[in-house]
């Protein structure tokens, strides 16, 4: 094993230091619900309820998107490895942690020591995930670090060796302006030794993209009203959930998911803790996420701007998820 194992309780990794002040944050907020769509950053979609809600997701059948980004992975995890050579493995938004799990078994098949950091806005899921992995993978060394991708990246520790990844198509979460600083300032931190192993959605027949973000059972559109409990809690809000909808369409121009609360009734909003009044009418909308969907040449011209190219496209018999490795082209 590289290195000596990092605690998962360490203060100076769990702190949530963003570099996003919570002033600033309240103050990004404000600005994003005053735009002409408002909008609320999808980060706050994932509180612990949030989280639960996105872990039941992942089990509805018409979200293909994690099996079939497990099935890719199971398959091709000993070459993802292969040509990665890791001594560090880092993920970003890792959720629950269980994609990282079939490329830990695959280096562990391969006797590979690797150190293993794990990034993400919710601590509770962050922390639960930690636990389990140090138990199921004592030979690898685990660190948590709360925080969020866009900001934080900086708290990663030293490029060499590393292989980032980043599943579950969260990249798509990002808008276009968003994506481009994103892959900018991680190529900036990455050597010639370091991979970027990205889970993209891809491009395909729309109404298969709508029905995985409007269930049946609702449990989508749960998801998506929470987010107003989230403002609730963490601005003073008075927003009344049960007076909005859920809805999600696919906008082929921009080959993104749009996810939006509609509004049911005319009503005003209070956020206390940002000072900030919403009149909202009948049928108002509020954007909540952005899923972009790629192809490979979209992702390849996304990833060129930041000097990163696509090195191995894995993908699963019906085109519908891809993983990338991608690594820095060298001049
Ligand atoms: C779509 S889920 C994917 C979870 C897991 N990686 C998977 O593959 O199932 C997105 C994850 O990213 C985290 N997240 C969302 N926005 C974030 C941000 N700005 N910074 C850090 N983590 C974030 C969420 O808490 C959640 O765990």
Not at 50 to 56: N, T
Not at 74 to 85: F, G, K, N
Not at 158 to 168: K, N, Q, S, Y
């Amino acid at each position: 094993m590289d290195g000596s194992p990092l605690r998962k309780d360490a203060p100076e990794d769990l702190a949530p230091r963003s570099s996003t002040r919570p002033i600033d944050e309240g103050a990004a907020l404000r600005a994003s619900l005053l735009q002409e769509l408002p909008e609320i950053p999808a980060r706050y979609l994932y509180d612990d309820t949030g989280s639960e809600l996105f872990e039941r997701i992942t089990g509805l059948s018409v979200y293909y998107q994690t099996r079939t980004e497990i099935s890719i992975l199971e398959s091709r995890a000993a070459d993802i490895v292969a040509h990665a050579h890791p001594r560090q493995l880092v993920e970003l938004g890792s959720g629950a942690g269980r994609k990282i799990r079939i490329l830990l078994d695959s280096l562990r098949a391969d006797g590979r020591g690797v150190t293993c950091t794990m990034l993400d806005i919710n601590e509770l899921f962050l922390l639960q995930s930690i636990d389990r992995l140090s138990v199921d993978y004592p030979e690898f060394a685990f660190r948590g670090v709360v925080g969020n991708f866009m900001t934080d990246l900086g708290r990663l520790g030293p490029a060499g060796g590393r292989l980032v990844v980043f599943f579950a198509g969260t990249v798509g979460n990002l808008h276009p302006d968003e994506r481009r600083s994103f892959f900018g300032e991680l190529s900036q931190r990455m050597d010639d030794s370091d991979a970027l192993l990205l889970g993209v959605d891809l491009v395909k027949d729309p109404a298969r993209l709508e029905a995985a973000y409007d269930d049946p059972e609702g449990v989508t559109a749960a998801f998506n009203l929470n987010i107003l409990s989230v403002l609730n809690r963490r601005f003073a809000g008075d927003f009344d959930p049960s007076a909005f909808r859920h809805r999600a369409f696919y906008d082929p121009e921009n080959a993104w998911i749009e996810m939006r609360l509609v509004a049911k009734r005319k009503q005003d909003v209070r956020l206390g803790a940002i000072d900030l009044e919403l009149a909202l009418d009948a049928g108002a909308e509020i954007r909540t996420e952005l899923s972009c969907k790629f192809t490979r040449a979209s992702l390849e011209a996304s990833a060129a701007a930041a000097n990163l190219t696509i090195d191995r496209w894995y993908t699963d018999p019906d085109d519908l998820f891809a993983l990338a490795l991608l690594r820095r082209r060298r001049p």
